[in-house]
């Protein structure tokens, strides 16, 4: 699944926000979707919605995984002793 699919689910999982056509530029829609005006006609705070969603922990749960360096590692970088 790529990240247009993560986010069109994440979106249209949204009472209210309209479905993704078939074959639809996902980048357009999310766009025309997440208007200010579509926030106030659905009583929606998409920035809200997105930090308070499962999809938001996951993600930041692996970002911040991959910030830990393992042994061996210093800031992401393989260490090499000589």
């Known amino acids: 699944m790529g990240v247009d699919n993560i986010d069109s689910c994440f979106l249209q999982a949204i009472n209210g926000v309209s479905k993704i056509k078939d074959g639809y530029n996902p980048a357009t ?30 993600l930041d ?15 992401g970088v393989v260490i090499i002793s000589q």
Request: hydrophobic residues 30%; proline residues 2%; glycine residues 4%.
């Open 61 to 75: 749960f692996k970002v911040t995984s991959q910030k830990i360096p393992s042994k061996g590692q210093q800031n």
């Open 29 to 58: 829609w999310m766009l025309e979707v997440t208007t200010l005006s579509q926030e106030e006609i659905l009583g929606v705070n998409f920035t809200e919605a997105y930090r308070n969603s499962d999809l938001y922990r996951y």
